[in-house]
């Protein structure tokens, strides 16, 4: 397909939203929230999580006090909140995509700017310790410099006077229902890529809507696309998982025929909330047998509507028995698709085979074949029984 025809609109600069876009800032809230609530004899279940993404902070502190019944005010749960929150900024992870999106975009020499709900000195401690992002943006603007913060456009507004450009020469990119609103109350083009499980239906106003920043296609907006795809993939700094092989929905063998050896998500949230919902392959290793290669699904599977998010490999090898309860360890070394819903079980089962071979095709270029040395793979085949 030709980029003309697929090209949505012309941009020339880019602003982007900072928490739950281009970090991890909601997994470190709802752990300190958590921890925050037992003390008044409450637990944080994530309910409330639609409440609180994308608000200005008093917006926030407002929706958890009234929605707990915490004795207390807005500015009090603030005061004791902030302090406990602000001791983990430095720990917050930049989310999949987001340094290769800026380094791309500075690269090019395209006109970037951060515009967030948080005040202008908290944007600047959370960005401290990520290398070479505060250089990249030509203006920061903080939710306490601006009149009202998003879904005003106030703020995005404010980032196209400072660049002394057009606010329609922008694309902006937004996780929250709040930021895509103020964007287009801007008149800017809009990407969203929600930071909520589930709710892409409610991102109707944005122009475009997609599962993480890894499927980015800036070409859309005539800006420099992407050229780091290998052969229908996206090579992944490596990350590592494993734990015992359980029983899964046994859907794979009976309903797909592909049988894939399901890990189980305990102990694996955190690391199940730090990569989006898709396709992925790499190298596994089974602590009895050997190593093997895989390509794996992390999400809900819209087709079965699973409620929790789950993680599926299968092992691209024709084993003669179940190996359930056995040691399984995956290093995740590239990414094909996002996740996707299928209108019948035959389209979605051809998706999975045309996953298959472009991970077994790509596993045998030195870059990724080169992992299946990890010494992480081989941990458990020398230990004894």
């Known amino acids: 397909m030709s980029v003309e025809r697929t090209l949505k609109k012309l941009v020339s600069g880019v602003i982007l939203d900072l928490d739950g876009t281009l970090l991890n800032t909601d997994g470190v809230v709802s752990e ?20 609180i993404v994308g608000k200005t902070p008093t917006e926030a502190a407002a929706a958890v006090v009234e929605d707990y019944g915490l004795p207390l005010s807005t500015d009090e749960f603030l005061s004791q909140f902030y302090p406990m929150l602000s001791d983990q900024w430095r720990n917050i992870k930049a989310l999949p995509g987001a340094n290769r999106l800026i380094n791309h975009l500075r690269g090019h020499g395209v006109p970037m700017a951060l515009a967030s709900n948080s005040s202008r000195s908290n944007i600047e401690t959370k960005i401290f310790h990520h ?43 937004e996780d929250s229902i709040p930021g895509v609103t ?3 109350a801007a008149g800017m083009a809009v990407v969203a890529v929600p930071s909520l499980a ?37 090579p992944l700094e490596p990350w590592y998982i494993g734990g015992p092989v359980i029983k899964g929905f046994g859907r794979g063998s009976k309903v797909l025929g592909i049988p894939t050896a399901n890990l189980s998500p305990e102990g694996y949230s955190a690391i199940l909330s730090e990569h989006p919902a898709g396709v992925y392959f790499g190298w596994a290793g089974l602590s009895a047998r050997g190593v093997y290669k895989m390509v794996m699904s992390i999400g809900w599977n819209p087709y079965f509507n699973n409620t929790e998010k789950a993680i599926e490999p299968w092992l691209l090898h024709d084993f003669n028995e179940d190996f359930y309860g056995e040691e399984l360890h995956l290093v995740v070394v590239g990414y094909i698709r996002p996740e996707a819903n299928f209108s019948s079980l035959e389209a979605l089962i051809a998706k999975i085979h045309e996953d298959r071979k472009i991970a077994e095709r790509a596993l045998e270029l030195p870059q990724y074949l080169k992992y299946k040395d990890d010494p992480y793979l081989k941990i458990s085949l020398h230990q004894d029984n």
């Open 182 to 184: 103020a964007g287009k």
């Open 32 to 51: 300190i929230l958590k921890a925050f609530l037992v003390k008044y004899g409450k637990q944080w279940d994530g309910r409330e999580a639609p409440k």
């Open 131 to 173: 290398q070479g992002w505060k250089e990249s943006f030509s203006a920061i603007v903080g939710g306490d410099e601006v009149k009202a913060g998003k879904p005003s456009p106030e703020i995005f507004l404010e980032a196209a006077k400072r660049l002394n450009m057009d606010p329609s020469s922008f694309l902006v990119i």
């Open 198 to 234: 589930k709710q892409s239906h409610l991102y109707t106003s944005a122009d475009e809507v997609i599962t993480s920043l890894l499927d980015l296609q800036l070409e859309k907006w005539g800006l420099p696309a992407f050229q780091d795809r290998i052969e229908g993939t996206l």
